[in-house]
């Protein structure tokens, strides 16, 4: 296994960084100030930047998941909003679509997602159920031919404006949520979907996360994706592939600040010289610099054992826990190296530090990241006290 990138990998980074510079960079303002990056996507789309792990019969762009952690570092140094939302429908929406979904519902729900056409999110947690996921309350009940949804989601980034919702909801009560849960397809715009609000944010403004509430959602057959109570499974398989594109994302924020401290402490001069020259601050540098190409190893490391077909579980967590988590350091110093003006609005830096701070939450928090990498590592410890 190679952790260098191939020629096409270089060719598509090249490509997803000329556009974030040219596309994404300039508009990184508005979206911050509130914009959801609509348009944005759409031009992804057009540049075929979106659904590189899927395959071109599916509407993607056949390249693997080392593809999509690298368009995630580059759109995300560029404006994390942005990318989160476009993660949030084409990676996290259409992966378990693309993995679960038939032909038709490929037809009609995924590949207007690919192209930018349509927007999809993924609408798993609850007012009462996040880390326990399977704790989930959403019920969906047959009637005679179709589907009935009721219940409440939560935090669902692309939320408000989604065409449509990837949702896990329970099928089964007396199964519980690990063996009673489904996975639909649910149109915005059925009838008794209502958006109850976006929430304001501490980071990635621009971005939509809303709270959603389903009253007798009807739903036809048709909307079920995989088996009946096969949800769960489908869920693991999401959240596997989520996990280095949410940690790329966070890499191109840390990197974005790591440049940035990188150039002010170059210029920036105090006591007649240059503040570089001050340990203080180039060790500083230096901490950056190493935090930044460990999370890298670790996302590139989990993202061809995707490609490869393996088991990430923990590799993904370990990749997430580190990388999101560095992050949030890098950010922090990048502050701190840029002394008052980092705690202005002035630079981007204060941006990079609250955006960075999400991803220790989202798709499993770091606490949960730690749960899954030592039960892991006990279960290997275990099979190889059986061999
Ligand atoms: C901006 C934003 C966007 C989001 N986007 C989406 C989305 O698109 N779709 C979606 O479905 N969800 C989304 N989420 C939800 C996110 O995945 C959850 O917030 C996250 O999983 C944590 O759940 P919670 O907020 O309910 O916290 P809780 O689960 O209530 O956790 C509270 C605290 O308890 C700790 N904790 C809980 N259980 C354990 C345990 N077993 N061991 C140790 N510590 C534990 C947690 O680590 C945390 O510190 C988003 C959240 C945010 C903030």
Known sequence: MSLFLSKDE???????????EDHVIPQANEVEAGKYPRELIRDMGRENLLGAPFSKSDGGQGLGWVSEVIVAE???????????SRAASTTLYAAPLAYFGNNQQKKDFLRPVLTGESIGALALTEPLAGSDAAGIRTTVAQRGDSYVLNGEKRFITNGGLADQYFLFAITDRKKGGRRGMSAFLVPRESSGVKVVKAYSLLGMRGANVAHIRFRNVKLPPENLVGRKNQGFDILLDELD???????????GIARAAYEAALEYSNKREQFGRPIREFQAISFRIADMAVKLEASRLLILN???????????RKAGAIAKVYATEASFEVANSALQVHGGIGYTRDTPVE?????????????????????????EAYRDLESRSKA
Not at 11 to 19: D, G, I, L
Not at 74 to 84: K, L, Q, V, W
């Open 302 to 312: 989990s993202g061809r054992l995707l490609d490869m077909g393996r088991s990430i």
């Open 74 to 84: 580059e759109i995300s140094a560029a404006n994390a909003a942005t990318e989160m």
């Open 10 to 20: 270089e060719a598509f980074k090249t490509k997803a960084r000329t556009f974030a």
């Open 241 to 251: 592939r989520e996990r280095p594109v949410v940690s790329a994302e966070m890499l």
């Open 351 to 375: 941006r990079y530090f609250r955006d960075a701070r999400f991803m220790m939450i989202g798709g499993g928090t770091s606490d949960i990241m730690r749960h899954i990498i030592q039960r």
